[in-house]
């Protein structure tokens, strides 16, 4: 199919699309980016209005179609509340890829979604070639966080953590542990858990081995694709995808994987929805591997308390110290999307050691929108100081999150404002209790 081809079909399936929405104006009460702006064209109401017409504004202004199309977090709040049950993310989703697919991609995206995150192995050996230098361009604030004044340009004055000395597969190959309890599964860490947030993996197969579940977690395995797609990648969403669906159909020949499990809402969220939703755009037999894919991915948070009951066990032991505080911030992609909240909550109630205290807005959304911070950090660091805000009038002393890019903003906004928060993940907060 053409290029010219391609835009004239998505162009004609958003103005069918476009029909439902009543410009009620609903939207305005969730969306974040309008929270803090309060202009109409930052409302998913009058990124809609633009859409209307959109050949004839992408050859009038196509920078301006861009960033005002771009100023969107994708969290889905909009969706989640439309009475009109308006399918607004895939309205945006495919309006972003009549856009690529008109202009051209960012030179650094392509680099970036059709070449590194399609080579797991040469991403993983940059950053660990770059670990031992890290100590050289960054400045500790906090206790865990660092700033990086030399790379302002790229990443703004965001606070974040040091790589780890090795990725999570570079420490423990490609696993396939029997099961004791009659379940195995397949364990997608994610960017994330496998490549900076090493210690949420680990915890991730702790937990898995205690509770005598078999693990398979192949090593090149690479990004679930929402990175591209979001930016309107088609092409780079299809190369991770198909990848990634190499890999895991040869897991699933053989039988025996019950449950594919992320510790990542954004990850889990892209493999039950969004990859059968484009699943026009592989092979037939692709096609069965995704809708064997759906069928069999899960949140890990869910897994724990929804199949393997944890919460009926309550194995958890006291410490002698005090007791945590703790409050929990509901990532997008987990609740919105897969309806997980109860299930991050419970598992954090396992382990004594923490007292689960709610915040107000606990479902707002953070402010990280994946890309959208590194281009629009202002914007972003704006949104998070709502979260921050919410987060420390509880008192507590540690927030969990089921999204690791929340992760990663919640840390940076509270360093930025020098509050001593811990910020986990609750799959981490239950490893805790549990025997080495």
């Avoid at 040091?162 to 309890?181: D, E, Q, R």
């Amino acid at each position: 199919m053409s290029d010219i081809t391609r835009i004239a079909n998505t162009l004609m399936k958003l103005d069918d699309m476009l029909c439902d929405c009543m410009r009620c104006g609903l939207c305005q009460a969730v969306c974040p980016v309008f929270g803090a702006t309060m202009k109409e064209a930052d409302v998913s109401r009058g990124k809609l209005a633009l859409l209307d017409n959109l050949a004839h504004k992408m050859i009038e202004d196509v920078d301006a179609v861009e960033e005002k199309l771009n100023r969107c977090l994708l969290c889905g709040s909009c969706q989640a509340n439309c009475p009109s049950g308006v399918k607004i993310l895939d309205i945006f989703m495919a309006a972003r890829q009549a856009l690529v697919e008109y202009r051209g991609l960012n030179p650094i995206k392509k680099l970036v979604f059709r070449q590194l995150l399609t080579h797991p192995t040469l991403f993983s050996t940059m950053m660990r070639a770059a670990a031992p230098f890290q100590g050289t361009v960054m400045r500790k604030q906090g206790s865990t966080t660092y700033d990086m004044p030399l790379m302002s340009k790229l990443i703004g004055s965001r606070h974040i953590a040091k790589l780890p000395a090795k990725s999570l597969h570079a420490t423990y190959g490609a696993l396939n542990t029997p099961s004791k309890c009659g379940i195995k599964v397949l364990f997608f860490a994610g960017c994330m858990a496998d490549k900076y947030y090493t210690q949420l993996g680990e915890a991730c197969l702790k937990v898995l081995k205690h509770h005598g579940v078999g693990v398979v977690m192949p090593t090149d395995l690479t990004c679930c694709g929402i990175p591209a797609l979001a930016s309107g990648d088609r092409i780079g969403f299809v190369k991770e995808t198909e990848k990634n669906l190499a890999i895991i159909a040869k897991e699933l020949i053989g039988g025996g994987i019950d449950y594919i499990l992320t510790p990542c809402g954004s990850c889990t969220a892209t493999l039950k929805e969004w990859w059968p939703h484009f699943a026009s755009e592989f092979s037939p037999e692709q096609r069965k591997t995704i809708e064997a894919v759906a069928a069999r991915v899960m949140d890990i948070n869910q897994f724990l308390i929804d199949v393997l009951h944890v919460d009926e066990k309550a194995t958890g032991f006291r410490n002698a110290g005090s007791v945590t505080k703790v409050t929990f911030h509901d990532s997008c992609h987990l609740k919105k999307s897969l309806g997980v909240a109860s299930q991050p909550r419970k598992l954090i109630a396992q382990n004594p050691n923490y007292e689960l205290v709610e915040m107000k807005e606990a479902d707002r959304c953070c402010g990280c929108g994946g890309s959208f911070t590194l281009f629009h950090y202002d914007l972003s660091k704006q949104i998070g100081q709502r979260k921050r805000e919410n987060i420390v009038k509880t008192g507590a002393g540690a927030v969990a999150t089921g999204c690791p890019a929340c992760m990663l903003q919640l840390s940076d906004m509270l360093s930025q404002n020098q509050d001593e928060v811990q910020v986990k993940h609750p799959v981490e907060i239950y490893a805790e209790m549990l025997p080495e």
